[in-house]
């Protein structure tokens, strides 16, 4: 179990770039392409649009 989550953890464990959407750790306070600061965390569960 504890794997599983660790792995899951990991995966997740990225932010999106809102202005060039790329992808940077969760560590990183700013991008590190753009060097914006404004973030989204990655959504990995499929969302049902609606
Ligand atoms: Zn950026």
């Given at each position: 179990m504890g794997k599983i989550a660790e792995g899951n953890a990991e995966l997740l464990a990225v932010k999106i770039c809102l202005d060039c959407k790329t992808k940077n750790s969760?560590?990183?306070?700013?991008?590190?392409?753009?060097?914006?600061s404004r973030f989204r965390k990655k959504d990995l569960a499929p969302r049902i649009k609606k």
């Open positions: 969760v560590n990183v306070i700013r991008c590190r392409k753009c060097k914006g």
